[in-house]
């Protein structure tokens, strides 16, 4: 069984020894925000606000935050000569054990930082990577994480030489759970190939469960958003199941799936909670959790959850739309504020104002979650529909299944029935000959 570990409570660089070096202090973290040409420090700032809790979540401190404007990056070092003379003097002083840059740094750049800083270094491509590792759970999702983190690491081996060996791996380096990652540059390849073939099966086994599903005819609706912003607590609150929730980056790293029951009608939807996105989520990433992401192209509904009092909703919304085009995904959408419980009526008349058609919810204050839930029927189900039809007395009984009867009457060897009934039902009903509309 794969060990929920605390992240608050690891060091990266004796985890994967044994596991009685895991309780020991934090790594201290220098983080450093870049501003590009053409950038301003305003639009940096949420990122090097998510890189703290990002940082935070993989279990180290940042200790030290820094910004550095880059003219033009440096092939060799990323950011200039006086810059990382600056910041290693910085390093030095206050005994980091990790530096953390907000971008993506080549291995090559990456192998001379860690040389000039003689300390690890990791860009937020592998601190996104380490996060993955630590909370996936299933085996999928492991396997997902290993192969992705080994295509990364496979570059940058010879980077990291003997540190690495020796040491075990510090953020980036160390696999899911207490997999100890292949560091041989001449066994990577192997091992790549064996994760494929082992996801390919993983995938098989998906593909029969979901044709199932398509077979009868069970409603999906999968909950998409930006990492944080609420989804696994919206789920256990839709359908009163438990799942887990945290105040953490990427809490939820495996797909999951729960039944929402609704009342008077028979089928349940299936409700599928996944994997959160990030601004700049490393495409090895999506790319190794391709087949975790087909539950939200096989969902004929997606509940899109937007932490209505994040500062930037918007480039939230943005960044989920974007990794849906990646994925090809085309699913209608219901757009969710959630954490309504935690902003003033002002910011809440803003989105109101922008978001016309969204619903304003709060998961855990239990605030409209069943005008969402009833959206969703409406959405999945149509719309509830008051009919007169004509049925003939045999088929009755295939009508209880569906509709609530208020009235029957005999009419010329038929039965004229006043029925409630859900629109996609109603359909259903027609196409069989079950019943005529009046
Ligand atoms: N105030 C408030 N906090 C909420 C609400 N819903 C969720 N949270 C908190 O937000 C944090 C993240 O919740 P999760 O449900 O784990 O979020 P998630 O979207 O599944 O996150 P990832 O799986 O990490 O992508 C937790 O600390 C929750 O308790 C809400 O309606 N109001
Ligand atoms: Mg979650």
Redesign the pocket.
């Given at each position: 069984m794969n060990q929920r570990i605390n992240p608050n409570q690891i060091d990266r660089k004796l985890l994967t020894v044994s596991d009685r070096d895991i309780f020991v202090t934090t790594q201290k973290a220098l983080l450093i925000g870049i501003i590009l040409k053409n950038e301003t420090r305003a639009d940096k700032e949420e990122s090097l606000k998510e890189l703290v809790n990002l940082v935070k979540t993989a279990g180290s401190n940042p200790t030290i935050i820094q910004t550095k404007r880059v003219e033009s990056i440096d092939p060799k070092t990323f950011i200039g000569k006086g810059s990382i003379a600056e910041l290693t003097d910085i390093s030095d002083a206050n005994d980091i054990d990790v530096v953390i840059f907000d971008c993506e740094l080549s291995p090559n750049q990456q192998k001379e930082l860690r040389s000039m800083f003689k300390c690890d270094v990791v860009d937020r491509t592998g601190l996104i990577l380490d996060i993955f590792a630590l909370h996936a759970q299933s085996k999928e999702a492991r396997l997902q994480v290993e192969l992705a983190l080994s295509i990364y690491l496979k570059p940058r081996l010879a980077g990291l030489g003997k540190t690495l060996n020796q040491q075990g791996g510090g953020i980036g380096t160390r696999g899911p759970g207490e997999t100890k990652l292949e560091t041989d540059s001449r066994l990577i390849d192997n091992r790549i190939n064996k994760l494929k073939k082992d996801l390919k099966k993983i995938s098989k086994q998906r593909e029969v469960q979901s044709s199932l599903r398509k077979k009868n005819n069970t409603p999906l609706v999968s909950i998409v958003?930006y990492?944080?912003?609420?989804?696994?607590?919206l789920l256990e609150k839709i359908t009163s199941s438990k799942t887990y929730?945290?105040?953490?980056?990427?809490?939820?790293v495996d797909s999951l799936q729960r039944e929402l029951k609704i009342d008077g009608l028979n089928e349940p939807i299936i409700i599928s909670?996944t994997?959160?996105f990030i601004q700049n989520l490393p495409t090895t990433l999506i790319e190794s959790f391709k087949s975790t992401l087909t539950v939200v192209n096989e969902a004929s509904l997606l509940i899109h959850?937007v932490d209505a009092a994040s500062a930037l909703p918007s480039m939230h919304i943005q960044t989920v739309h974007s990794i849906l085009k990646q994925i090809n995904n085309q699913v209608p959408e219901i757009l969710v504020f959630?954490?309504i419980?935690?902003i003033d009526q002002a910011s809440k008349n803003f989105l109101l104002e922008k978001f016309k058609d969204a619903i304003f919810v709060?998961?855990?204050?239990n605030i409209n979650i069943d005008t969402l839930i009833q959206e969703i029927t409406d959405k999945i189900f149509g719309d509830l529909l008051n009919v007169v039809v004509l049925v003939e007395p045999h088929n009755l009984d295939k009508i209880y299944k569906f509709a609530s009867i208020s009235d029957v009457k005999n009419s010329e060897g038929f039965l004229k029935v006043n029925i409630t009934i859900r629109n996609h039902y109603l359909e259903k009903l027609i196409t069989k000959d079950i019943v005529k509309l009046l």
């Open positions: 958003g990492t944080n912003a609420g989804k696994s607590t929730v945290a105040n953490e980056l990427f809490a939820t909670d994997v959160g959850v959630n954490k419980d935690k709060s998961a855990i204050e």
